[in-house]
């Protein structure tokens, strides 16, 4: 009788091991076996972290395998676990595996296939066309869409992190509970705990200091030090962590009537105004125009009412809208309409990880109404919502393709705008990662017929089109791709959207946010409508207050670290492909990325504010915090 060698990998998160009892079952082209239990006398199976192997007879030939299944049954009480994969040697000496990377709860089952990648065209037998299509069934089931609010792009229909798809639940909630997470920042902060009863105001600057000396890093340091100096306050709009908004103004606005005379100060090169311009207000006696040549507080308080407008479209736009709510779209498309099997859901996979956990948990607790983002931001209550409705209109498929952006705004030139890094990383993590996309792509896609045939990536398109993006045809947002190319191209915005950009955007928050009068989360009173009247005084008054100061520390501290075992840009544990030429380009991937750390790391040798949040050795491979 024939036999087989299983072995079975159990997960090595928590909770992944399990005491229920486990059964096989071979699904061949000749024949199906029996249920086989995989017990091993006098020894616990399913460990966490444990790899086991059995023997499996069965009583006639089964041809080539095609599926393996897997039950679980409960021993005593329900007993989730985490199998990431099983491996067979044949009789012949064929060696199959069957990646998996899922959970499997109460007295479930999985059917697993093989883990060559196929598209729908490969299939001919009718038992995988038939196990393709129910994959896809089930999942639909599993993930709806819901809208959150009117004018989002549509989320995972579900209220809280519990009612998600244990699939893509976090290992442990408590890692992402914010409430838990913001007290824990507080604490590690040695933030005074009774201070953020008060809704006191500071008696002047040095007052931040007392909740941010003890933490202060190399970044916030200097930020703290020269955040009133006009290079200081410039300089983030280049390379801050809103470096998405600055743009070459080759025409002065209408409303906005600057003459040489008020800035020639700040005319260097001794061009006029016009001359630099080739660089949304009413004018009026109350909206004074404010200049670096104005008394300094006057200046000073200007400047720090724009740092606080930039916090607010920060938060919400650049980084809400344009990278957590948009990656969760691609990841629900993504599991509605590509099963495992197809080669474009083993690649995007690790790149949705935790992304569609991490922001239910956040409609849970932090952006929803009286959640914890109303405890500290001005447009909290409601206007962050507004905000992003507000941006969804302006939301286009162009502006997430990287280096089509940043030409958009005119910032392409490195000999007319040096030392904008966010660019020139960008750039170079783009680049790469496109090689890479197209490379998987030519190994599954041999002509540019075979994206165009290719049903489910069609569905994958029009399912983002439709619901993320609400059917508007002012976003730009392809329906359809029919080239190798444009499918490279929008696999790479996917990819360095989930990757790259929110890695920019978010990573740089407790550097240049957590003193406060740089990044103010709230002004307590409007701006002034008359010059030389600003105090030291008026200023200080204006800014947060000892509460939300603290909760905003807080929570620029949490969103900035990184989850625990992160999994950084190039590294895929969880091997979804086991074809060698995808693992040869994914070294390739990583060679290319290592290259690039080392050009960062040699140009912030020289440099007194380093720029590394596009360093691909600190860029995780999705949107999890």
Known sequence: MPSYTVTVATGSQWFAGTDDYIYLSLVGSAGCSEKHLLDKAFYNDFERGAVDSYDVTVDEELGEILLVKIEKRKYWLHDDWYLKYITLKTPYGDYIEFPCY??????GE????DGRAKLARDDQIH???QHRRKELETRQKQYRWMEWNPGF???????FHKDLPRDIQFDSEKGVDFVLNYSKAMENLFINCFMHMFQSSWNDFADFEKIFVKISNTISERVMNHWQEDLMFGYQFLNGCNPVLIQRCRKLPEKLPVTTEMVECSLERQLTLQEEVELNQVPGDKNPIFLPSDAKYDWLLAKIWVRSSDFHIHQTITHLLRTHLVSEVFGIAMYRQLPTVHPIFKLLVPHVRFTIAINTKAREQLICEYGLFDKANATGGGGHVQMVQRAMQELTYASLCFPEAIRARGMDSTEDIPYYFYRDDGLLVWEAIKKFTAEVIGIYYESDQVVEEDQELQDFLKDVYVYGMRDQKTSGFPKSIKT????????????????????????????WCSWIPNAPPTMRAPPPMAKGVVTIEQIVQTLPDRGRSCWHLGAVWALSQFQENELFLGMYPE??????????????FRKNLDTIVSVIAERNKKKKLPYYYLSPDRIPNSVAI
């Open 153 to 159: 792009p549509l989320s995972i229909d579900a209220k």
């Open 484 to 511: 190798r190319e444009k499918l490279s191209e929008y696999l790479t915005v996917v990819i360095f959207t989930a990757s790259a950009q929110h890695a920019a955007v978010n990573f740089g928050q407790y550097d």
């Open 102 to 107: 899922r959970w499997i709860t109460g007295e």
């Open 575 to 588: 091997e979804h492909f086991i074809e060698k030429p995808v693992k040869e380009a994914m070294a390739r």
């Open 127 to 129: 038992i995988l066309k």
């Open 110 to 113: 999985i059917v697993l296939r």
